[in-house]
C-alpha cells in the first residue's frame, strides 16, 4: 500500500524513462523583459581565518524581498535597484554570525564577506530537549498555517539543473520562473510561468541510450515539505517514522532543535532519512535535509522508471533534498531547495555501466502578494512533466538576465557550457547537427 501511494506521489513529482537518443527538444519559451535599472555587485562569501568558501550562503537585501543565494564556490551575484541602493545587505550562513554590510560599502566586484564561526554556548540547552521528537514534528506540521505565510503570493525564483554522465557535464538548463504560491493552509497546488529560460545539451555523451529526467522546476519546488508534506511523509502522517532529538544549535540568534527521523524497521517500502531543523520558539521548521532510504534497489527503481529497454537494468544509486525556508514579519516562506538524483544504467552484456545524475536547484530571489489570487492562463503554466528547450544564445551573452537575480555559475560549469559550444560550432561547421 505505502508503495502504491509514494509511487503515485513521485509520477506527480518527477519520472525518469530510460529512451533511446535522439531525443528531439521542445518549443522555445520566453516572455518580453522589462528592463529596469539596476546595480550588480559580485564577491564571495568565505569563512574568518580560513578563506573556505560557504556554499548556499544567504544574500539578502534588509527589509527588502530581494535576496539570492552563493553558489559552491561560495561566490553571489547580488542584483539591486537604483532605488534601494541605501540600503543595507545582509549575508548569513548557518553556524556563523550574521554580517550587514551597507551597500555603498560594496565594491562592484571582488567583495571577500568574511563570517565568523558562531561560538555561542549551549550550556544546559540539552537539558530542555523536548521529551517526545515525534510529538513536535506532528506539532509543526498542525501549525503550519499560522506559522507560514497564508497570503497568495507571485515568488520570482532562478533554476538551474545540471546533467552529468559519470563526472562529465552534458546538459545544463537554467530558467528565471514565476511560482504562484498559494497559503500553507491552502491544499492548491502552486503554479508556475517561465519567464526566461536557456539550455545547451552535449548529445554526443549520451552515447546510445539517456537518461531523461523530467520535472524541470517541478522538481525543486515540491521538496517544500511544509507545503508538501505528503511527498515525504505518507498521507501528510508521520506514522511510518522514528524521530530522536540530536542537539541544539543556533541560526541566526534563533535557537533551533536538530531532530532526526528515519522510516521504522517494520516498513519495507524505501522512505527517507534525515534531519528537521526546528524553530524552538515558533516551533517552525527552517531547514530540512534529507535522503532517500535505497537498501532495496529493486522496490526504488520502481517509484522512478516507467518504462525501459528489456535489456536495461536501472536503479537510483542517491536521492537527496534540502529545503531552506526564510522569515520574515513573523511569517515564513520558501527560500531555497535542490535536489540530487544518481542512477546506475545496466546494458545486458555490457562489460561497464553507466551513471548518470542530475542535480537541480531553485532560489526565490523576490517576491509580492497576490491578493487577487490569480493563476497564470493554462496556456501559459509550466506543465508538470516540462524538459526545457535548447536555447543556446543566451550562454554567450553577458546580459541575457537582465536584472534578474540568480545564481553565479560555478567554474566547472562555465567550462562546460564552452566545451559544448565548442563540440556544436564544430558539428555545424561539418554540416551535421546534434540529435
Do not use: C
Amino acid at each position: 500500500m505505502i508503495l502504491t501511494i509514494l509511487r503515485e506521489t513521485f509520477k506527480r513529482l518527477f519520472w525518469a524513462v530510460m529512451v533511446l537518443a535522439f531525443l528531439s527538444p521542445l518549443h522555445s519559451f520566453g516572455y518580453p523583459q522589462v528592463q529596469e535599472e539596476f546595480l550588480e555587485y559580485k564577491g564571495s562569501v568565505v569563512e574568518a581565518g580560513t578563506d573556505k568558501p560557504l556554499a548556499l550562503a544567504s544574500i539578502a537585501l534588509e527589509g527588502a524581498n530581494i535576496s539570492t543565494v552563493s553558489n559552491t564556490e561560495g561566490e553571489f551575484l547580488l542584483k539591486v535597484p537604483k532605488s534601494l541602493a541605501n540600503g543595507n545587505v545582509i549575508f548569513s550562513f548557518l553556524g556563523y554570525e550574521n554580517k550587514v554590510i551597507p551597500i555603498r560599502q560594496l565594491k562592484k566586484d571582488r567583495n571577500n564577506i568574511e563570517l565568523k564561526i558562531s561560538f555561542t554556548k549551549l550550556s544546559g540547552v540539552n537539558l530542555n530537549a523536548p521529551k517526545d521528537a515525534e510529538r513536535l514534528v506532528r506539532e509543526v506540521l498542525l501549525r503550519k498555517g499560522e506559522n507560514y505565510v497564508g497570503d497568495n503570493m507571485v515568488m520570482t525564483a532562478f533554476y538551474r539543473e545540471t546533467i552529468k554522465k559519470r563526472r562529465k557535464n552534458v546538459s545544463l538548463s537554467e530558467a528565471v520562473v514565476n511560482i504562484y504560491k498559494t497559503p500553507y493552509f491552502s491544499n492548491k497546488i502552486d503554479a508556475m510561468k517561465l519567464f526566461k529560460a536557456r539550455k545547451n545539451t552535449d548529445y554526443s555523451k549520451l552515447d546510445t541510450v539517456a537518461l531523461k529526467l523530467q520535472g524541470g522546476p517541478f522538481n525543486t519546488l515540491y521538496v517544500d515539505i511544509m507545503k508538501y508534506p505528503e511527498f515525504i511523509f505518507v498521507d501528510g502522517k508521520v506514522d511510518e517514522y522514528e524521530f530522536k532529538f540530536d542537539r541544539s544549535t543556533y541560526i541566526d540568534d534563533r535557537l533551533i532543535y536538530v531532530i532526526d527521523f528515519k522510516q521504522l524497521p517494520t516498513i519495507r517500502a524505501p522512505l527517507y532519512t534525515g534531519k528537521l531543523y526546528i524553530d524552538v520558539e515558533n516551533r517552525t521548521l527552517s531547514s530540512a535535509v534529507y535522503e532517500l532510504n535505497i537498501t532495496n534497489r529493486e522496490l526504488a527503481s520502481r517509484l522512478f522508471v516507467r518504462r525501459k529497454p528489456a535489456r536495461v537494468n536501472v536503479w537510483p544509486t542517491e536521492v537527496a533534498y534540502r529545503v531552506d525556508y526564510r522569515e520574515k514579519d513573523g511569517r515564513w516562506y520558501y527560500g531555497y531547495s535542490n535536489v540530487l538524483m544518481e542512477f546506475k544504467v545496466d546494458w545486458k552484456g555490457k562489460l561497464f555501466n553507466s551513471v548518470y545524475s542530475m542535480a537541480a536547484e531553485m532560489a526565490v530571489t523576490d517576491w509580492k502578494k497576490n491578493p487577487s489570487g490569480e493563476f497564470p492562463k493554462n496556456k501559459e503554466k509550466i506543465k508538470k512533466s516540462i524538459i526545457l528547450s535548447d536555447e543556446n544564445i543566451g550562454f554567450a551573452d553577458p546580459n541575457f538576465w537582465g536584472e534578474y537575480n540568480i545564481i553565479e555559475p560555478e567554474k566547472s560549469i562555465e567550462s562546460a557550457i564552452k566545451k559544448i559550444q565548442r563540440q556544436l560550432r564544430r558539428a555545424n561547421r561539418n554540416g551535421t547537427s546534434a540529435p
